[in-house]
């Protein structure tokens, strides 16, 4: 046994065997613990207060003739290029609360981004709308910090040029004078309002403290990673005299100023802790032209955290071991992923070069994983990369950690994770798609003038019309990712001359290259002749590459969009070029690098469940739903 684990169970000793009745009464409240409990997961929401209003009416927005209110959204050309949708998303939140309340949910966790870069006006809104839930549904909502929910650890200047304004003309919004100065042909001046800011911890921990930033009489527990209590000798009290901002930051002298940190641990009914992580690292830099200061790197999340906050390590290890003393079920969630989320393609990707290589900068490295593993996280909800996912990490200790991905309500595919306890070991987590979200298409017809303002003025790139006959909101994220992708990633991200080439390539050009020189003629089974080779025709290399993200954003989601007959048709492609000999590929670039991409699109295809699964907390175990039914072995 390691010294980690023996320190660890001497811990777990002391505070089972402690004689004082306070550690008698938690071991008591622990038996009282009511399965099933069920808990829903919203991640990555980024809450655009589309009916607001700034302060004082600096803009008061566009007249929606469909309700006669007037509205503050973004361009659906400035959408179309970004990652997140910024406006349908405000109905899309609407709708997983209304769902959650229909399924009798109480408990309800957001690993991060909940807002769009901490604004004013944005986050008034939302606030508005879990203090309306939380009143008329009995809902509690417990929220940790992204890196869009605080963007730089003070409050800070901010902006956006791509607002919607008159004629679907661009509107520029501005916190201060003098950032931006706009085209007068192509945009409206600018209109400065302090309400489009970025507001910074102390403002965002005022505004949401009752929900999860400081403790509650109602709950049985909570802890900050600066407390200086345990459970045994826990006491509203005496957390309420620790939590405030002026004690929860931990300062570096390397990095020149206060650490804010809003990590907490609750205990909101008997036997469940939810620990709530703020892995935000702002490491302060200073632009030597002109002293400006700047904290870049933010999104790097976890991978930043052992160099300039090592003690979140030290106190999640305290929590975990006090989790398993007390028989509590610990379910950790943050912002960012604690488990690569790539099925295992990481290397592969980074040797297709791609730009921004599918972000992998964002990828826990291992280290990260083995740790969080070995001091005793097993079940991590994280957000951040809008992805739907499931990373299972075991340690060479033995220790597993299971990381779930939770999608975004903003992309596609639009999704929230439903965890039920269903015991002390064994939580079923389903992934609910907001199938039906009513008004989602309420700016259409704004977004109408927005694209003839585009076409009559001749602009070179222009989102395609089609999004507009989206008939639902899957539908729309749907297109919103073709868009991305066609918009974004290819022209930006991937090399030039690959794009203009495999993009116009049908799937039977593309199989053909594969089956030269390879003896391959079956393919699970199934011969070639059992190929629809006709079919091949009628999808090109940006379909195949259009899936590709697909299954990236949505994993298993995205196979009934695919189509089991386009999957056939992918795997027997891929199974071509991956049977090729290696030698066959020596002397042929373009080969090797499509070969690359199949090795990617393959790793994709066979991931772990994340639809619907079981996890076992006592063995790491992960089954999907298909097994659902059957018993823990």
Not at 352 to 362: D, K, S, V, Y
Not at 392 to 398: A, D, F, K, P, V
Request: with cysteine; net charge negative.
């Amino acid at each position: 046994m390691n010294n980690f684990k023996i320190g660890r169970c001497l811990l777990i000793l002391y505070l089972v065997l402690g004689t004082s009745c306070s550690v008698t009464t938690a071991l008591n409240n622990s038996d009282r613990a009511s399965y099933p409990l069920r808990i829903g997961v919203l991640a990555d929401i980024h809450f655009h207060d589309v009916y607001g209003e700034f302060e004082a009416g600096a803009f008061p927005g566009i007249l929606n003739p469909i309700n006669g209110k007037r509205a503050i959204f973004r361009t659906m050309q400035s959408q179309l290029k970004s990652t997140r949708l910024f406006n349908e998303n405000y109905f899309a939140f609407l709708a997983a609360l209304d769902d959650l309340v229909e399924r009798d949910i109480k408990l309800v966790i957001l690993p991060g981004d909940f807002s769009d870069d901490g604004q004013p006006i944005h986050l008034r809104g939302f606030k508005q709308i879990l203090e309306r839930y939380t009143n008329d549904h009995g809902m509690r909502f417990f929220l940790i910090t992204g890196n869009h929910d605080v963007v730089e650890p003070f409050a800070s200047k901010a902006g956006k040029r791509d607002f919607f304004g008159e004629g679907g003309m661009p509107q520029p919004i501005m916190s201060e004078k003098g950032m931006y100065v706009p085209d007068l042909k192509k945009e409206h001046p600018v209109v400065v309002t302090k309400d489009i800011q970025s507001l910074g911890y102390l403002e965002v921990s005022d505004m949401f403290g009752d929900f999860g930033f400081f403790p509650q009489k109602s709950d049985r527990y909570w802890a900050s990673p600066f407390s200086e209590y345990d459970y045994g000798s826990y006491s509203y009290k005496k957390a309420m005299a620790k939590s405030d901002m002026e004690y929860r930051n931990h300062n570096k002298i390397k990095d020149g100023y206060p650490f804010p940190d809003l990590s907490y641990v609750v205990e909101p009914v008997d036997g469940l802790w939810l620990l709530a992580l703020d892995a935000n690292v702002f490491i302060k830099t200073e632009n030597p032209k002109n002293g400006s200061v700047y904290y870049p790197g933010v999104g790097r999340g976890y991978n930043n955290v052992p160099d300039h906050k090592d003690y979140l390590i030290d106190w999640v290890s305290k929590v975990a071991t006090e989790a398993e003393a007390f028989g509590k079920t610990l379910i950790a969630f943050s912002h960012y992923p604690m488990v690569d989320f790539n099925d295992g393609a990481s290397e592969d990707i980074r040797r297709l070069g791609i730009g921004g290589q599918m972000q992998l900068g964002r990828v826990p490295m291992e280290s990260i994983s083995r740790t969080f593993a070995d001091i005793g996280v097993k079940l991590h909800f994280g957000g951040h990369m809008h992805l739907n996912d499931t990373g299972i990490y075991t340690s060479e200790e033995g220790n597993t950690l299971v990381n779930i991905q939770t999608p975004s309500l903003a992309a596609y595919k639009p999704a929230y994770k439903l965890a039920t306890v269903k015991s002390n070991e064994s939580i079923d987590v389903q992934t609910i798609v907001l199938e039906s979200v009513p008004r989602f298409n309420e700016l259409f017809g704004l977004y109408q003038k927005e694209h003839d303002y585009l076409s009559n003025r001749g602009a070179a790139v222009i989102w395609n019309r089609s999004v507009l006959a989206s008939d639902t909101y899957p539908q729309y994220t749907d297109w919103h990712l073709r868009e991305l992708v066609r918009l974004r990633f290819l022209p930006q991200e991937w090399p030039d001359g690959f794009i203009s080439y495999f993009s116009n390539l049908n799937g039977r050009e593309i199989l053909d290259l594969a089956v030269q020189n390879s003896s391959m003629n079956t393919f699970n089974g199934t011969e070639i002749s059992q190929i629809d080779l006709k079919e091949l025709e009628n999808w090109s290399g940006f379909d195949f590459l259009f899936d590709l993200y697909r299954l990236r954003s949505a994993d298993e989601l995205a196979k009934d969009d695919i189509g089991e007959e386009r999957l056939r048709a992918y795997r027997y492609v891929i199974e071509s070029f991956l049977d090729r000999e290696s030698t066959n590929l020596e002397n042929d670039d373009t080969l090797k690098y499509i070969t690359d991409l199949m090795q990617v699109f393959n790793k994709f295809l066979n991931g772990e469940p994340s639809d619907h699964i079981q996890v076992n907390l006592r063995t790491g175990k992960v089954t999907s739903n298909k097994q659902a039914d059957k018993s823990w072995e």
